[in-house]
């Protein structure tokens, strides 16, 4: 089976902009969860989508947005983009509750 | 407010010898744990878990013990091998599976031959 992937693996925004990321789980993993990983603050959790419903929220501002297809895929969105958003972003899918997560090599964004 | 830390950023061992990466948390409700591996460029890789009905789970050369009391993980390489380093996450959850996982800090594991 092909693992997650993650588009673009990296993105060199400015301040000000906005930027969409994209995630394709393992076929037939139905949820998607967000993180964002910094030196700082280490992996954070964004958000989780389960059959194109957002199911659990991490404390991120509403500027941070996601969604999910009826194929799975999951894309999110950044705002208004901020310095301190750079990071690295990672994507995770598992079949359903009750199994572990599998995560994506994660998408590189650097806001200048 | 960090509930789940890794005081350790970095840890050496000798090739062979026993690695024990350690993890601390603050919130008695979480009741899963897990850690992850992770090589540069590539996402955390899962390597082994435990409920908090346990207190030891084994694969292979992996063992994690959980002292709920002392609110302590810990992870065991034995033997480790050159390709055990990486940065080693340890996370938690509130229940089983559940999707949001909060992770500790990370720590570094050179293994020197």
């Known amino acids: 089976k092909a693992g997650v992937t993650q588009t673009p693996r990296y993105l060199i925004k400015t301040r000000g902009q906005q930027v969409t990321l994209s995630c394709s789980p393992i076929s037939g993993h139905r949820s998607v969860s967000w993180y964002q990983q910094t030196p700082g603050q280490g992996l954070q959790f964004l958000f989780e989508y389960f059959s194109e419903t957002q199911r659990n929220k991490g404390n991120f501002p509403g500027r941070f947005s996601g969604r999910q297809f009826s194929n799975s895929r999951s894309e999110m969105n950044v705002s208004t983009l901020e310095l301190g958003d750079s990071a690295l972003y990672l994507c995770?899918?598992?079949?359903?509750?009750?199994?572990?997560?599998?995560f994506g090599p994660g998408t590189r964004l650097t806001v200048l | 407010d960090q509930q789940v830390k890794q005081n350790s950023p970095s840890l050496s061992v000798q090739e062979g010898r026993i690695s024990i990466l350690n993890c601390d948390y603050t919130n008695s409700m979480f009741d899963y744990f897990l850690w992850y591996k992770k090589y540069p460029a590539e996402g955390p890789t899962f390597l082994i878990s435990?409920?908090?009905?346990?207190d030891k789970n084994e694969d292979g050369r992996f063992t994690v013990f959980l002292n709920k009391s002392a609110k302590h993980l810990s992870l065991h390489i034995v033997p480790s091998q050159p390709g055990d380093s990486a940065v080693y996450f340890c996370?938690?959850?509130?229940?089983?599976?559940?999707?949001?996982?909060?992770f500790g800090q990370g720590t570094r594991l050179t293994i020197n031959p």
């Open positions: 995770a899918s598992s079949p359903s509750v009750n199994n572990e997560q599998f």
């Open positions: 435990i409920s908090s009905i346990k």
């Open positions: 996370a938690a959850s509130k229940i089983q599976g559940a999707q949001k996982l909060v």
